[in-house]
């Protein structure tokens, strides 16, 4: 096992560069629950390796969502068949082996396997496993590493990794954001990205639906702490009302946050009756992945999330307890 840019073993680009231009077939995987850098970062490869004339399937656990579809140039396959005997298996965004689904034991049958990631990796698995935990989306190492293979650049794969680093960087207004982020992106734009079209599809391509689900949502909002910390939640009977899916609530707790004075955002989500996940974002200095830990989840700083096995009314009792005796509730100001 060889392992980049975490003190273990030494496995850089370049390699990972060597063995891929000797592979003829390879298959490429997504995490599941697909965002817009483990797909866009998947499909810029795999055009880009196409274009090399490869075999390349991308691999997924899960149905595309509605938003990213456009990704897809039919490389796309949940049949786990076209991953069966590849030369190179290669995760993308994914070090987590659990982040596999049902393809876990599909993945480690390819003759060589390789990970790319951005995420610190607790427990690398792969026969090369390269980490750049600096870089804001896997899209910009995936740009690397085709500036390293000589790939001349195109405007569907320059479309592709645009995808997946405004996607992760919130359309670069995150603080992984960096210099390098948007050296990477004036160099697309000599590829032929179309920035305006891609967002469109992106960004304001949703469902009636969901702005209906957003309005019951935040609604039914409340302001705790003087106005420092935003709460509400989604209902499954919301979710009818609305005709929406749980997935569409996604954007509601970015919405709580962007309030002024709201240093914390929270958004409880009723999956049933004994279970709610709770998504949590903070806007400064408070880390909101301390207060998740305590209820065993993770994240980050700014963004983090837990599950409680509790009815709606209870898990919210839950949290609004827990951030009024959290830092945010004993500093006088914020
Ligand atoms: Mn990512």
């Known amino acids: ?37 483990t797909l866009g970062s ?3 490869l795999c055009l880009a390796l196409k274009a090399m004339g490869k075999k390349v399937d991308v691999i997924i656990d899960d149905a595309i969502p ?22 190179i298996a290669c995760c993308l965004d994914c070090a987590d082996r659990e982040r596999l689904g049902k393809r876990g034991t599909l993945f480690p049958s390819a003759g060589i396997t390789v990970s790319i990631d951005h995420h610190m ?14 870089a804001a989306a896997t899209g910009e190492i995936v740009y690397k590493l085709l500036e390293i293979m000589d790939f001349p650049g195109s405007k569907e794969a320059g479309n592709a990794l645009f995808t997946a680093i405004t996607t992760d960087t919130g359309n670069f207004q995150y603080s992984n954001t960096r210099g390098e982020t948007h050296r990477i992106m004036a160099k697309l734009y000599d590829w032929g990205i179309e920035p305006d079209r891609v967002s469109v599809l992106i960004y304001d391509s949703n469902r009636p639906e969901r702005l209906m689900l957003e309005s019951l949502s935040l609604s039914r909002m409340e302001l705790l702490l003087g106005g420092k910390v935003a709460i509400s939640y989604v209902s499954q009977k919301m979710l ?73 009314d ?15 509730g004993k500093k006088e100001d914020a």
């Not at 060597?18 to 850098?37: Q, R, S």
């Not at 909101?288 to 963004?303: D, E, M, P, R, T």
């Open 66 to 87: 509605d938003n990213l579809k456009f990704l897809d140039d039919g490389s796309c396959t949940e049949d786990l068949k076209k991953g069966e005997g590849v030369d």
């Open 121 to 134: 990796v607790a427990n690398p698995f792969c026969d090369y496993n390269y980490t750049d935990t600096e």
């Open 42 to 44: 998947c499909m810029a």
């Open 240 to 312: 009818e009302q609305a005709g929406a899916e749980m997935y569409e609530s996604e954007r509601i707790v970015n919405e709580l946050r962007s309030i002024a004075g709201v240093e914390v955002s929270c958004l409880v989500k009723e999956n049933s009756i004994r279970e709610c996940k709770v998504s949590m974002r903070s806007k400064n200095d408070f880390d909101i992945s301390l207060l998740a830990s305590k209820f065993h989840g993770g994240g980050h700083k700014k963004a983090a999330g837990f599950t409680l096995n509790k009815s709606l």
């Open 1 to 37: 096992m060889k392992t980049g840019n975490s003190g273990v073993g030494k496995t850089d680009l370049q390699e990972i560069s060597e063995i891929i231009k000797k592979a003829d077939t390879l298959a490429l995987y997504p995490h599941v629950n697909m965002d817009g850098d």
């Open 314 to 328: 209870q898990a919210m009792l839950t949290v609004k307890n827990a951030l009024l005796e959290s830092e945010i």
